[in-house]
C-alpha cells in the first residue's frame, strides 16, 4: 500500500487516471472541475502524454473521440452546463461503441444555475446522457479515494464493454481535500483489435461510424448494444450496505449525500432505530439486486438526495413498488444535515411504515 497524501479529489482522480494509463486528456475549464484541467497541463507533458485545452466543451468531447477511436485510453471532464454541450459527441461514442471516460463534477442548475455542489444531473447520467438509445456506465464516489479508485475502474469497464463511462462526482468530492492512497493501477488488456490504428497492408480497414441509414441495419445495431447493456447489468452492479443485517428501515444515498446519511443512521441508531443504508455505487447499472433483498426485510425506504429527486424513482423501480420510499432532498446547491436526514428517518418510523 502507498503512503497517503493530502489531495483534493479533483487532483486525485487526474493523477489515478495518469496512473492507470490514460496518456490523452481534452477538456475545458469550468467550475468546479477546473483543477482537473490545471492538474493535466501540468502533469501531461512532463510524461509524454497529451493535454489539450479545447476551443469549447464540444470540440473536447470530438477530440475523445478521435482517441478513443485510435484505441487509446482518453478522458474529458467538465461540470453540468458542460456535460450539457458534450451530450451529442457521448450519444455518438456511444453509437461507435468507444470506451473513454467522462467526468462530471455536479453543481447546481437548471441552466448556469450556481457553483454549488449538486447530485441534479442523475437523470442525465443514468438515462443516456445525449440522444437515442443507450447507457453510460455511471460511478458515484463519495471519498476522495474513491474518487482515485474509480478512475481505472471505469477505464477497465468502459473497454471490456466497449461503452462511454461517466465519473459523476459532485461539487464537494472534487473540492475536499482528504488523505488518498495512489498506486498504478493494472491495467487489464482487453481486445482492441476494432482500433483504428491503420492497416499495415496486414488487415482490412476498420470503419468506426454511427451512421445507418437502414432502419432495419439500426435496430440490429441498438438490439445488439443492448443485449450487452444485460451483461452488464447481471455482472457490474456494486452498492456498499451499513448495518443493513437487522434493518427495519433503509436509506439509499450516494456521493456527498451518503456521507451525511451514515452520520444520521448512526444517531438513529443510538436511538434504537434499527435503520441501514445502502450507497449505490454503480448509478448505472443501478443496484437492484441488493435493493430486491432489502425490501423483503425492511419496512420503507429514504432516498437522501441533492435534488428534487431523481434517484427515488429507480429506488422505487428496484423493490418492484412493494414498500414505501420517502424523499429527504436539498436543493440548488443545499447539502441536508445529519440532523434533517435523521428527521426524515424519525418521521418515517413515526408514520408506521
Known amino acids: 500500500m502507498a503512503d497517503k497524501i493530502l489531495m483534493k479529489g479533483n487532483e486525485a482522480l487526474a493523477e489515478a487516471a495518469i496512473m492507470a494509463g490514460c496518456r490523452h486528456y481534452f477538456g475545458y475549464p469550468i467550475t468546479p472541475q477546473t483543477e482537473v484541467a490545471a492538474y493535466m497541463a501540468k502533469r501531461m507533458p512532463k510524461i509524454g502524454g497529451v493535454f489539450l485545452q479545447a476551443e469549447s ?3 473536447a468531447i470530438n477530440m475523445v473521440i478521435g482517441a478513443a477511436a485510435a484505441g487509446k485510453r482518453a478522458m474529458t471532464s467538465s461540470s453540468s452546463p458542460g456535460i450539457s454541450l458534450k451530450s451529442e459527441g457521448i450519444s455518438y461514442m456511444a453509437g461507435c461503441d468507444l470506451p473513454a471516460l467522462i467526468v462530471n463534477v455536479q453543481r447546481g442548475g437548471p441552466g448556469l444555475g450556481g457553483i454549488q455542489p449538486s447530485q441534479s444531473d442523475y437523470f442525465q447520467a443514468t438515462c443516456g446522457g445525449g440522444h437515442g438509445d443507450f447507457h453510460l456506465l455511471v460511478l458515484a464516489p463519495s471519498s476522495v479515494q474513491e474518487m482515485a479508485d474509480l478512475v481505472a475502474k471505469g477505464f477497465d469497464l468502459a473497454e471490456k464493454y466497449r461503452m462511454p463511462c461517466m465519473l459523476l462526482a459532485d461539487g464537494t468530492m472534487g ?24 492497416t499495415k497492408n496486414e488487415r482490412r480497414p476498420n470503419i468506426i461510424n454511427s451512421l445507418a441509414l437502414q432502419p432495419n441495419e439500426l435496430e440490429q445495431w441498438n438490439e445488439e448494444r443492448f443485449k450487452r447493456y444485460e451483461i452488464v447489468k447481471e455482472n457490474e452492479q456494486m452498492a456498499e450496505s451499513y448495518l443493513m443485517d437487522d434493518a427495519e428501515y433503509c436509506v439509499v444515498a450516494f456521493g456527498i449525500a451518503a456521507r451525511v446519511s451514515q452520520n444520521a443512521v448512526d444517531a438513529a441508531r443510538a436511538k434504537g432505530i434499527k435503520v441501514g443504508m445502502i450507497r449505490p455505487i454503480t448509478l448505472w447499472p443501478f443496484p437492484e439486486k441488493v ?10 425506504f ?8 431523481q434517484m427515488i424513482k429507480d429506488v422505487k423501480l428496484a423493490i418492484d413498488c412493494k414498500k414505501p420510499v420517502d424523499l429527504c432532498y436539498r ?14 428517518i424519525e418521521k418515517m418510523q413515526k408514520e408506521g411504515k
Open 57 to 59: 466543451e464540444i470540440a
Open 175 to 198: 473540492q475536499m481535500m482528504e488523505p488518498v492512497s495512489l498506486e498504478e493501477a493494472k491495467v487489464e488488456a482487453h481486445d482492441k483489435s476494432w482500433a483504428l490504428t491503420g
Open 291 to 300: 435493493l430486491k433483498a432489502a425490501a423483503e426485510k425492511c419496512k420503507a
Open 302 to 309: 429514504l432516498s437522501v438526495e441533492l435534488n428534487m429527486g
Open 331 to 344: 436543493t440548488g446547491g443545499m447539502i441536508p444535515s445529519p440532523e434533517e436526514v435523521l428527521s426524515a
